[in-house]
């Protein structure tokens, strides 16, 4: 198993782009999320579904979008990247929310210029 | 709004010393779980306590659930090079189980 996979690595992006960070994950969880990693800050949760077709916004959704269509799958979309999303950004799956193992991809390195 | 605030922030101690993570949160959770990161990757799961008043041993490392399920202590006695991490402690408040809620991060480098 990959467990859960994210790409790409870094990016970098210029204010007012868009681009869609993947994450993917083969352990059949129906749990998936999106948080963003910032010094001082720890882990801020951005959107998170309980499973394919079902969403939900976290502490932070303005400016992201998700969709889950399928079990596997769960990528976040930055609509018009501005410089407060530079972040790192990491995907992460479990069998539920509470009191289950988060695992979480590799992350995301992101910077807006 | 964060719910979760760790203390200390920074931690930098001598191999061989004791310390103590702190955990806490006006909020009551239905369980609590405490992760280490290491640079450039995910952070992984330590452990998971879920009763008021709960201790977990792990090793050298000893985690505990308050009674009233608002805050969390990691204890880690005599400090390795190897616990140097970032620890953070993530849980789901009563109401709202779906949304897993991180701590601020307590970042602990051991000195050898």
């Known amino acids: 198993n990959a467990g859960v996979t994210q790409t790409p690595k870094f990016q970098v992006l210029k204010t007012g782009q868009s681009m869609t960070l993947q994450c993917a994950q083969d352990?059949?969880?129906?749990?998936m999320s999106w948080y963003r990693q910032d010094p001082g800050m720890g882990l801020r949760l951005i959107h998170y579904?309980?499973?394919?077709?079902?969403?939900d916004q976290g502490e932070v959704p303005n400016g992201y979008n998700v969709s889950r269509s399928t079990t596997e799958d769960f990528p976040l979309r930055l609509l018009s990247a501005a410089p407060s999303q530079t972040s790192v950004y990491f995907c992460?799956?479990?069998?539920?929310?509470?009191?289950?193992?988060?695992?979480f991809g590799p992350g995301t390195r992101l910077t807006v210029t | 709004t964060q719910l979760l605030e760790q203390s200390p922030q920074f931690l930098s101690i001598q191999e061989g010393e004791n310390l103590t993570v702190y955990c806490n949160s006006s909020?009551?959770?239905?369980?609590l779980q405490w992760y280490r990161q290491e640079p450039g990757e995910g952070p992984v799961l330590l452990v998971t306590?879920?009763?008021?008043?709960e201790v977990k041993k792990l090793k050298r490392l000893t985690f505990q659930f308050g009674d009233a399920r608002k805050d969390s202590s990691l204890h880690i006695t005599a400090a390795q090079p190897g616990d140097t991490g970032l620890y953070l402690c993530?849980?789901?408040?009563?109401?709202?189980?779906?949304?897993?809620?991180f701590g601020t991060g307590t970042l602990l480098a051991v000195q050898p």
């Open positions: 992460a799956s479990s069998y539920g929310a509470r009191s289950y193992e988060q695992y």
């Open positions: 352990m059949n969880h129906e749990y």
């Open positions: 579904s309980v499973g394919a077709g079902i969403t």
């Open positions: 909020s009551v959770f239905s369980s």
């Open positions: 306590v879920v009763t008021g008043g």
């Open positions: 993530a849980g789901a408040a009563r109401g709202a189980t779906n949304k897993l809620i």
